[in-house]
């Protein structure tokens, strides 16, 4: 193996652990949320930093690597990869501390209702996260292209979530506040899988060197 | 580990070097760069002494490789050079066999055991990295090699005599991209049993290989330090100037 390979070996192995983490993050909101656990929501607070940290990391590698080794073609293209798809990560992550401070304040009073929509929410975009970092370490354009035609159902699953809990805050206006803050978080479940579809974006364009983002590829 | 302290020299009454201060660490590799006639290529050979062989030439100050000065009075040059070998920018193998080409410094030194310089040049073969491309073929001729091939020959033949020190003036210029390549991918492999020195006009280069670079200009020393400082965060403007191509 050349030097070089294990360099980008290792970068790879870096994003992997940087996405085992965030998956992590992600699961564990999810718990929080639907067992009403505060512990677990407190876990991913707490874990939040190293995926920071994880962050920082990875940037300073892949800057190391462009410096040192002038990477070409799809070399290249797997770092810039890489430094596009770090920071999506670590928003996902974020949104999953955001998930916790709500179900940290919604565990404080009782339940406004069963949840129906959000936990398939949730569970669409913890999938499509998961399958955006397969899709990345397969370089597969085709598993990426699947991901991102996910996100259409996801944005439905949103909209219709936000519908049934505007008719519990029309209902009584003590629901507000526990209704909003629900909102909130199908918003955050919706804005991993934008994340998880920006990564599929980049995966695309590593394995075909083709930018399909911000265009519709049967134009 | 090589130390280099207010190192001066003299091409007659011009001064080509001014006030070298540098410690080379064991068993990585160190690169130097500059534009042309910057004093690196002299100071290389001011290491192993080869610049002895211009007439006029003189050193001043202190090169001294683990503790001894090599321009002291005392030291052998023959043995010094043995200590420290060096592989030029051109390949130049003798006009003789593969086998040949490295059993030359064994016997040379006193080597006469056949046994044990057939092992030799396996094992320098195989460090320099060539040797399965020329196993089955150890008579025919160094110079029906290739260019990179000839030039991983000159390594193992340098390997050979078994220094410590390697030193490499350009040796990949004259080489296509995959025998470059092969060559770094070498220079990296060799790092673990010895110290190398190597000057490069390559830039990119002296990035891949090196783990610490030296950049000189005009006879100085502008700046040396651990090779991701000079590509990422040089302290010296002129660096940074010379790395990003403003000037050279």
Known sequence: MRHFDREIEHLKQLLLRMGAMVEDAINESIRALLERDTDAAQRVLDSDNAIDQMELEIDQHTITLIAMMQPAAVDLRFVAAAMKITPELERVADLAVDVCERAIELNREPPLKPLLDIPRLARIAQDMVRQSLDAFVRRDAALAREVIARDDEVDLLTEQSFRELLTYMLEDSRNISRAIRLTFIGKYFERMADGATNICEMVVYLAEGKVIKHQHESD | ??????????????????????????????????????????????????????????????????????????????????????????????????????????????????????????????????????????????????????????????????????LMDEPASALDPIATQKIEELVYELKSNYTIVIVTHNMQQAARVSDRTAFFMLGKLVEYDVTKTIFMTPKEKLTEDYITGRFG
Not at chain 2, 17 to 40: F, M, W, Y
């Open chain 2, 1 to 166: 580990m090589i130390d280099v302290r207010n190192f001066n020299f003299f091409y007659g009454e011009h001064q080509v070097l001014h006030g070298i201060n540098l410690e080379i660490p064991d068993r990585q590799v160190t690169a130097l760069i500059g534009p042309s006639g910057c004093g690196k290529s002299t100071f290389l050979r001011s290491i192993n002494r080869m610049n002895d062989i211009i007439p006029g030439t003189r050193g001043e100050g202190l090169i001294a490789i683990n503790g001894e000065n090599v321009y002291a009075p005392s030291v052998d040059v023959v043995s010094l050079r043995r200590r420290v070998g060096m592989v030029f920018q051109k390949s130049n193998p003798f006009p003789k066999s593969i086998y040949e080409n490295v059993a030359y410094g064994l016997r040379i030194g006193g080597m006469t055991d056949k046994r044990r310089i057939d092992a030799t040049v396996e094992r320098s073969l195989r460090r320099a990295a060539i040797w399965d491309e020329v196993k089955d073929r150890l008579n025919s001729s160094a110079l029906a090699l290739s260019g990179g091939q000839q030039q991983r020959l000159c390594i193992a033949r340098a390997l050979a005599v078994d220094p410590d020190i390697l």
